[in-house]
């Protein structure tokens, strides 16, 4: 696949949201790519082969893969139901693994395989726990899976945001806190859409070729 801005076909993933999915894919048309929606729950073992399936036959063989499906639900350690814990390891960090594992086996050689971290993981904040260790856990199977795919070529890294200007973070936030948030930025604001984006073009493109095993914490200097 080549960038959609530049040429990439895109297969656009999504568990429930087809018409979020769908307005995805009509951005990237409207850029000149192609582009599109496949169902398919990462959190279920099946998911992934099947997203797979469909991406091959519609376009023919993967070269990038980005991990980028996700929940959060805040709480103290203390407060955490045991469903909170399963709900955040078979998305987070069970999804990114599958994605991982199945990229592993059908990406081409000099393929790419990204996935999405959270600057979480370094700042710790209270409420998040359980987000935070299944981002860890993200970053350790980077590091990993990029020194078994090397010899083929194959990069593995993932970017790891700071609070993202979207509905997923400003949901249920006040703007008191979200001041309080943007406090915490040397730069002065929140990261928007199109700053993660373009690291994730980056890692994508070929001028990366050299970048591996590596977590870029796209933040705005946060920490």
């Not at 073992?45 to 893969?65: K, N, Q, S, Y």
């Not at 959060?72 to 909170?84: E, F, H, Q, Y």
């Not at 959270?118 to 590091?143: C, D, R």
Request: aromatic content about 6%; charged content about 25%; proline content about 5%.
């Amino acid at each position: 696949m080549r960038r959609s801005r530049g040429g990439y076909v895109v297969a656009v993933n999504y568990a429930r949201d087809k018409a979020a999915a769908r307005r995805v894919v009509e951005d990237i048309e409207r850029a000149g790519g192609k582009a599109v929606a496949v169902q398919a729950d990462v959190g279920d073992p099946a998911g992934v082969p099947a997203l797979f399936d469909t991406a091959e036959a519609r376009f023919g063989p993967v070269d990038i893969l980005i991990n980028n499906a996700g929940m959060m639900r805040l709480s103290p350690v203390t407060d955490a139901t045991d469903a909170d814990f399963d709900d955040h390891c078979a998305i987070n960090l069970g999804g990114t693994f599958r994605g991982m594992r199945e990229g592993a086996r059908r990406l081409r050689d000099g393929g790419r395989i990204i996935s999405v971290s959270s600057s979480v993981v370094g700042l710790y904040q209270p409420g998040y726990g359980l987000y935070a260790a299944t981002k860890a856990g993200i970053e350790a199977l980077t590091h990993v899976l990029a020194k078994e795919l090397g010899p083929r070529g194959i990069t593995v890294n993932a970017i790891a945001p700071g609070p993202v200007e979207t509905d997923f973070f400003m949901r249920g936030k006040s703007e008191e806190l979200v001041a309080n948030i943007t406090r915490m930025i040397p730069l002065g604001r929140l990261d928007r859409p199109d700053d993660i984006a373009d690291a994730v073009a980056f890692l994508a493109g070929p001028e990366s070729g050299w970048v591996n095993g590596q977590i870029i914490r796209a933040n705005g200097g946060a920490v």
